[in-house]
């Protein structure tokens, strides 16, 4: 350990991980799968589904009660957090599914901005 990375105003395991831009989806996963995949793996995909479960129900708390913002993109965090562990678990690389399927338009009509009916499943 060494004195550095105490430094919070800028560290460089900090700049590591993300230039002034912010990370990418790919980037983000990876760094997910760095910090947990061990525990991750070991918990296997029924247990890290469970959790990611408990996340949603927490993002739901914090839309409903709508009196915390901080909370609330915490809530987000956490979510998509827990979608990059599943999708480690399962082998998913998630910036390439999300290029395969969104990138070209609305999965259904693929127009750029959806048409289809609102009583549909975009
Ligand atoms: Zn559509």
Redesign the pocket.
Known sequence: MNNHSFDASSSESEHELHDKNGISLSQFQSLIRTMFYEKDQSRGIEGTFMWFMEEVGELSSALRENNNPENLAEEFADVLAWLATMANVAGVDLEQAVNQKYVQ???????PI???DLSRK?
Do not use: A, K, L, N
Request: net charge positive; proline share 18%; aromatic share 0%.
């Open positions: 338009g609305c999965p259904r009509c693929h127009q959806c048409t289809c975009p």
